[in-house]
């Protein structure tokens, strides 16, 4: 069935240093990896997405990849800040699939 | 003014009983979720709903019973609750498009006891 496997489970980097967050999908029918921010006891919100057809998209300090030959995606953030502590999701779907599969999710760790 | 709203937020009750967690979106959106986020944050689907269809159901026990009255609300009743129920479970949607990004309800902690 779909998968989509993420990797690391846990990142720990220092205030101003950058994180990467990898992805790989196993359903080429996918078209859509949306990235999700869930912060402790809250709800996950979408922080970055990027369609197929779009090889790179950035939003101030955070940027996604897709490689769609290889089925990677990758989530950077730059100059990090304890704020962005959280756990960061990615997902993939396919434009009228309803289903959305998950990864399990990394918990990103910044240290003042 | 919330988005997506789900009650209650918090849920203790014993094995065995049944309970429903109600959801409600004010987006205008035509698909709704259930999502289960167990203890180890692992995020999975359950059901998904198209303008008040069933589309999708994961493998999800039949103590489990999803119920859409209308576009804006997709219900969960569950039955003889057990203890690996325990979870977060959240309500979502989505817009129709390319896209589906979702948009997610505040969740419901579960316990079983």
Known sequence: GENVEQHPSTLSVQEGDSAVIKCTYSDSASNYFPWYKQELGKRPQLIIDIRSNVGE????RIAVTLNKTAKHFSLHITETQPE????YFCAASTTGGFKTIFGAGTRLFVKA | DTAVSQTPKYLVTQMGN???IKCEQNLGHDTMYWYKQDSKKFLKIMFSYNNKELIINETVPNR????SPDKAHLNLHINSLELGDSAVYFCASSPPGIGETQYFGPGT?????
């Open chain 1, 84 to 87: 962005d502590s959280a756990v």
């Open chain 1, 57 to 60: 998209k950035k939003d101030q």
């Open chain 2, 18 to 20: 049944d309970k429903s």
């Open chain 2, 64 to 67: 489990f019973s999803p119920k």
């Open chain 2, 109 to 113: 902690r579960l316990l079983v006891l």
